[in-house]
């Protein structure tokens, strides 16, 4: 769905949802920034692959859960860009573990991550949406964040935080032609799951009813098509996206 020329930033963009979904708004002729916490061979290569397909792209890499790192790394993508018209908030992490033998490390680097790290990359971009009077944002939650899950309390914490934002937020920048949605996926083939006992995968995919995991390139899509001009009507919203996993 091809749209005019946009900047995106895309956070947590070197692998897995966040690299398709970087890839994605290239290949609809968008200028795409990606982000890292530092440059790695995967870094290096999504960008290398965005650059062929939308040469004035580029990288940025900084710590999401230090807010003065935030600060000077959005700092240097509103010099280069003036600034961004669609913010994908991506980046996260898991730290999976029963709520009784959880520690206050394992709760608050989930917290840091996947809630803080939002609220302080949109806190630095969305002035300059206000100031053009468009914009698009987006958050990955996740169908842990809407029905919960066995040994995630601090993940599904975090990503039900992210849709009380999300609903919030819409409210607050609707006036000023933006939209705000999260996107909620459910089991999705990445390096995210390298870690789950095939025994339980296999439990888990029999309760899809399409019986498989989805690919990242299928949640790009929804990310795409939630930033376009046909998307404007859409805000406020926590859109699943699980193969009728309930």
């Given at each position: 769905?091809?749209?005019k020329?946009?900047?995106?930033?895309?956070?947590?963009?070197?692998?897995?949802?966040?690299?398709?979904?970087?890839?994605?708004?290239?290949?609809?002729g968008?200028?795409?920034?990606?982000?890292?916490?530092?440059?790695?061979?995967?870094?290096?290569?999504v960008?290398?692959?965005?650059?062929?397909?939308?040469p004035?792209?580029?990288?940025?890499?900084?710590?999401?859960?230090?807010?003065?790192?935030?600060a000077?790394?959005?700092?240097k993508?509103?010099?280069?860009?003036?600034?961004?018209?669609?913010?994908?908030?991506?980046?996260?992490?898991?730290?999976?573990?029963?709520?009784?033998?959880?520690?206050?490390?394992?709760?608050?680097?989930?917290?840091k991550t996947?809630?803080?790290?939002?609220?302080?990359?949109?806190?630095?971009?969305?002035?300059?949406?206000?100031?053009?009077?468009?914009?698009?944002?987006?958050?990955?939650?996740?169908?842990?964040?809407?029905?919960?899950?066995?040994?995630?309390?601090?993940?599904?914490?975090?990503?039900?935080?992210?849709i009380?934002?999300?609903?919030?937020?819409?409210?607050?920048?609707?006036?000023?032609?933006?939209?705000?949605?999260?996107?909620?996926?459910?089991?999705?083939?990445?390096?995210?799951?390298?870690?789950v006992?095939?025994?339980?995968?296999?439990?888990?995919?029999?309760?899809?009813?399409?019986?498989?995991?989805?690919?990242?390139?299928?949640?790009?899509?929804?990310?795409?098509?939630?930033?376009?001009?046909?998307?404007?009507?859409?805000?406020?919203?926590?859109?699943?996206?699980n193969?009728?996993?309930?």
């Amino acid at each position: 769905m091809k749209t005019k020329e946009k900047i995106v930033f895309v956070t947590g963009s070197s692998r897995g949802i966040g690299r398709a979904i970087a890839l994605g708004f290239a290949r609809e002729g968008n200028i795409v920034v990606t982000h890292a916490s530092h440059p790695s061979p995967e870094s290096k290569d999504v960008l290398r692959q965005i650059k062929r397909l939308s040469p004035k792209s580029n990288a940025v890499y900084f710590d999401i859960t230090d807010p003065n790192a935030v600060a000077r790394g959005c700092a240097k993508v509103i010099s280069q860009f003036g600034h961004i018209d669609i913010l994908v908030n991506n980046a996260g992490i898991v730290r999976n573990v029963l709520f009784t033998k959880m520690s206050g490390e394992d709760w608050d680097i989930v917290m840091k991550t996947n809630v803080y790290g939002a609220f302080f990359v949109t806190k630095q971009l969305l002035p300059g949406m206000i100031a053009s009077g468009w914009g698009r944002i987006i958050f990955l939650s996740s169908i842990s964040g809407q029905r919960g899950d066995f040994g995630q309390t601090n993940y599904s914490a975090s990503k039900a935080a992210l849709i009380g934002f999300t609903k919030s937020l819409a409210k607050e920048v609707a006036r000023f032609g933006i939209t705000v949605n999260a996107i909620c996926p459910g089991l999705v083939d990445t390096e995210i799951l390298k870690d789950v006992p095939t025994s339980y995968m296999e439990t888990m995919i029999k309760q899809i009813p399409l019986g498989r995991k989805a690919q990242p390139e299928e949640i790009a899509s929804l990310a795409v098509y939630l930033a376009s001009p046909q998307a404007g009507y859409i805000t406020g919203a926590a859109i699943p996206i699980n193969g009728g996993w309930m």
